[in-house]
């Protein structure tokens, strides 16, 4: 069974960067697709970023295009994700996810994701 655990959270100021990180233990496969979700309150849970099993392969979601960075170390067990320039839109409920996928394929659907983290929360202040 995989353990994920996410990392790195806190209050910023609009305009700062944060790092998450998304630490897998436990059985684990770099053949998983591992997906960041975020939540605000009263909103639905948002796709934020993607990568494939062999860290080939990203998406991210239109809101984060172009600040946002997802890496992936299958040594480590880790993918992090570098937001950079954030604005209070970006405030939520952080999730890490993995999901069964072909090694070069992200998976961007919350419903196909076996596993999920606790969440941490990331708050930007404006």
């Known amino acids: 069974q995989v353990q994920l655990v996410e990392s790195g959270g806190g209050l910023v100021q609009a305009g700062d960067s944060l790092r998450l990180s998304c630490a897998a233990t436990g059985r684990t496969s770099s053949n998983w697709s591992i997906g960041w979700f975020r939540q605000a309150p009263g909103k639905e849970r948002e796709f934020v970023a993607g990568?494939?099993?062999?860290?080939?392969?990203?998406l991210f979601g239109d809101s984060v295009k172009g600040r946002f960075i997802i890496l992936r170390d299958n040594v480590k067990g880790t993918v992090d994700l570098q937001m950079n320039t954030l604005k209070p839109e970006d405030t939520g409920l952080y999730y890490c996810?993995?999901?069964?996928?072909?090694?070069?394929?992200?998976?961007?659907?919350?419903?196909?994701?076996?596993?999920w983290g606790q969440g941490i929360q990331v708050t930007v202040s404006s």
């Open positions: 996810a993995a999901a069964n996928s072909p090694e070069n394929s992200v998976v961007i659907h919350s419903t196909l994701h076996h596993s």
């Open positions: 990568i494939s099993g062999n860290g080939r392969s990203t």
